[in-house]
């Protein structure tokens, strides 16, 4: 059974970092594209940024230059380092493989 855990969600002010983890489990984690999403409220959850297997990043526009998507492939971990954040960036974030979604972490922008 695919299980993803993410953590490392808060609050933090505009211009702040925050790193995100998803740590992954029942799957072969090495051969897993991962992904993580976001939510924000009323609208539609959308595609942060993907890793392939191989470690090819892929970024949506909004957070190109600003998001850092990463995985540990000893750890089972995937993460995605958040810089320069602003209040948009505002939502759930979840992670995402097989078919599967975590519970989401929140992410808090705001001063």
């Known amino acids: 059974q695919v299980q993803l855990v993410e953590s490392g969600g808060g609050l933090v002010q505009p211009g702040g970092s925050l790193r995100l983890s998803c740590a992954a489990s029942?799957?072969?984690?090495?051969?897993?594209?991962m992904g993580w999403y976001r939510q924000a409220p009323g609208k539609e959850r959308e595609l942060v940024a993907s890793?392939?297997?191989?470690?090819?990043?892929n970024y949506a526009d909004s957070v190109k230059g600003r998001f850092t998507i990463s995985r540990d492939n000893a750890k089972n971990t995937v993460y995605l380092q958040m810089s320069r954040l602003k209040p948009e960036d505002t939502a759930v974030y979840y992670c995402y493989a097989q078919q599967v979604w975590g519970q989401g972490t929140v992410v808090t922008v705001s001063s």
């Open positions: 029942g799957i072969i984690f090495s051969s897993a594209f």
């Open positions: 890793i392939t297997r191989g470690g090819m990043p």
